[in-house]
């Protein structure tokens, strides 16, 4: 994002040599209008920052940030020691990997599949209707999994006529939660994620694609030698913003989802903050959960974006 | 480009095609199922197993009668417009100025940059932002659907980059005029990237309407400021339709409710699905611009 901004405007009289004096003379309005956001910014971003200090206390509501007890790392013991903590980690890291990962991959392919398809006429309306669910809010999706794996719902139907599965209701039994948000995320996501390989196409040659057909390359080979390859810088960024994001696993679906009886599959690191935060209010101990999720975070995208810049060439920052 | 028809060219096509066609039914087939079932007798929708490619029984719009003309929906739904209204002018007004003065060549630009991108990147998480709004008295206030999080710095970042591009020259005389930075966003440069604001606007519409948790936490107890979202999540994940059908009888109660259920599915949703055709263009774009430059 830098490169664009640095190449667009040739305007440099500013940048070197001018003081700030000079600059706020010229600029005082342009600050003057930042104004807002930079209060925003102030107020809803960074000072919720500083209020991480409650990670390291008993926190109080009426005592504040600094009339509360300060305990140490207390609440990350009280954490990490936790019965549920290994647990919590482990369904995390399951549930954002396995959506990571068969999420791209599905979406990848379906980019091909779909670059083989030469009628526009066709293509559009399949990019379209497979585009539609991601408008669906989550509330009507959690709605819709609720009905149709309930005890008589289509879904359990099926797999009790197909598979011979025991019907019951498929939401109170752990070991189908891992499954059924993974479906339900790919049936929304699908489209929405390809549309971004899907413009990165656009940019491949046709020349390279005729030369390569009369060189003999069949479909796979080509789809492997020139497609692939042309996507491969979004699939990079992609990737490094998923990984940044591992921790932060669509907490919304799974909030409306869970129940106690599934908290073993289901109860993820944001999920945990929400319910000891905000049903609990044990302030301290969740906001330290939260801490530990952002920075592991932080170091995940950092990374990510590290090993890509040297093993692909491409990075978001 | 001309390729011959081999064989296994056409065995390709054939399952490429099917499998296309297959995927889009699988995406409707859930969708029109809950279209098909609001206007289904209750009684037969009970004997009917699977997904409903037409209504079942008698066709009747009881459902929809009863979801009209609950307090509850009507409520949520004027406050649903209020929230979609106000955040998503608040927020495409502060992302224009955000990216505006971002994408000026101030001594300033990439401090303030970088004041926005650490957001992106760290965050206080969901406790913290909680008691600071707690403190700025937005428990149990509308504003709390409204200015926290109405700053979203991709969007800042997409909006600075449209910006940049903007040939200097078209302000230069304006400047020469006289004109202040205000003016010349407004007049000048706005009207040339209105294709980014109106990305940004739709991808904030459909954000803003389809949003829930803020409000659960924000406005647990105040029903009377529920957007539309948070009654859906009472109907039709708390499986609670006291609210709508109480008026009917004990007996028919748990009929009623499973229509209920998809009428007020198709209420909430449908708005936002009739725009998305007419609108794809600019999400198209919108996620074009997010993926390759955000």
Known sequence: MSKTSAQAAPQKRMRSGTSWKRDFRLNWGIYLIFLPVFVYLIIFNYLPMFGI????????????????????????????????????????????????????????????????????????????????????????????????????????????????????????????????????????????????????????????????????????????????????????????????????????????????????????????????????????????????????????????????????????? | MIEKLTPSRVIFNIINYSFMILLCIVCIAPVWHILMASFSDPRTMMATPGLFSRIVGKPTLEGYRIVLSSPSILTGYRNTLFYVTAATLLGVVMIAIGGFVLSRKTKLQTPLTLMLVFTMMFSGGLIPSYIVNMNLGLLGNPLALIIPGCINGFYVIIMKNSFSQISPSFEESAKLDGAGPLTILVRIQLPLVKATVAVIVMFLVVQHWNSWFPASIYLTRRRDLWPLQLFMREILVQNDTKMISADEAASSASLVNNLVKHCVTVVGTLPILFAYPFAQKYFVKGLTLGGVKG
């Open chain 1, 53 to 317: 200090v409650m990670a390291f206390q008993d926190f109080k509501p009426a005592r504040g940030f600094l009339g509360s007890e300060w305990v140490g790392l207390a609440n990350f013991v009280e954490f990490f020691s936790s019965s549920s903590f290994l647990q919590i980690i482990r369904n995390t890291l399951v549930i954002s990997t396995l959506g990571l990962s068969v999420g791209m991959v599905t979406a990848i392919l379906f980019t091909l599949l779909l670059n083989e398809i030469k009628f526009s006429w066709f293509k559009r309306p399949v990019q379209t209707i497979t585009y539609m669910p991601n408008f669906i809010s989550a509330v009507v999706i959690a709605g819709m999994v609720i009905d149709f794996t309930s005890s008589n719902g289509i879904v359990t139907n099926f797999l009790v006529n197909v598979f011979g599965m025991e019907r019951e209701n498929m939401l109170t039994n752990p070991s189908y939660f891992w499954g059924i948000n993974l479906v339900s995320g790919l049936w929304q996501g699908l489209g929405a994620s390809s549309i971004i390989y899907i413009s990165a196409l656009g940019n491949v040659s046709e020349e390279l694609n005729e030369a390569a057909v009369i060189d003999g390359a069949n479909r796979l080979r080509r789809a492997w030698h020139i497609t692939l390859p042309a996507i491969r810088p979004t699939i990079a960024t992609m990737l490094i913003m998923n990984v940044g994001s591992l921790l932060n696993v669509g907490s919304d679906k799974i909030l409306l989802l869970y129940n106690p009886t599934i908290y073993s599959t289901a109860d993820v690191i944001s999920t945990h903050v929400t319910r000891m935060g905000l049903e609990r209010m044990q302030y301290g101990y969740s906001a330290a959960v939260g801490l530990f999720n952002s920075v592991v975070g932080t170091i995940l995208l950092v990374s990510s974006n590290y090993i890509s810049r040297k093993l692909a060439d491409t990075s978001i920052f």
